[in-house]
């Protein structure tokens, strides 16, 4: 199944910008998972389950390194950008 993730980060510290940035670098090493960035969020795109284990896994390394931050996160069981689902 294809999902399409739409997904803002909210470090709560003033030095927010390297959270985020690492954030995005981090998704962007899994090749089978598009990601599209924008001024407000980041998108990611591909299959379901692999983008589930990538967040379980790039929310916990946030947290862990970065401390208290909010993830808002929106699921859509497709692949917005059109593409034909599995």
Same mark, same amino acid.
Not at 54 to 75: A, D, M, T
């Given at each position: 199944? /294809? =999902? !399409?993730?739409?997904?803002?980060?909210?470090?709560? /510290?003033? &030095?927010? %910008?390297? =959270? #985020?940035? &690492?954030?995005?670098?981090?998704?962007?090493?899994?090749? &089978?998972? =598009?990601?599209?960035?924008?001024?407000? !969020?980041?998108?990611?795109?591909?299959?379901?389950?692999? #983008?589930?284990?990538?967040? /379980?896994?790039?929310?916990?390394?946030?947290?862990?390194?970065?401390?208290? !931050?909010?993830?808002? %996160?929106?699921?859509?069981?497709?692949?917005?950008?059109?593409?034909?689902?599995?």
């Amino acid at each position: 199944m /294809k =999902a !399409s993730v739409d997904i803002s980060l909210y470090p709560l /510290k003033d &030095e927010y %910008i390297p =959270a #985020i940035k &690492e954030f995005i670098e981090r998704v962007q090493r899994y090749p &089978e998972v =598009a990601v599209v960035r924008n001024d407000l !969020s980041t998108q990611l795109y591909g299959n379901y389950e692999l #983008i589930m284990d990538l967040l /379980k896994v790039e929310v916990r390394l946030s947290w862990e390194k970065y401390g208290k !931050s909010i993830f808002v %996160i929106k699921l859509l069981g497709d692949d917005l950008r059109g593409l034909s689902s599995d």
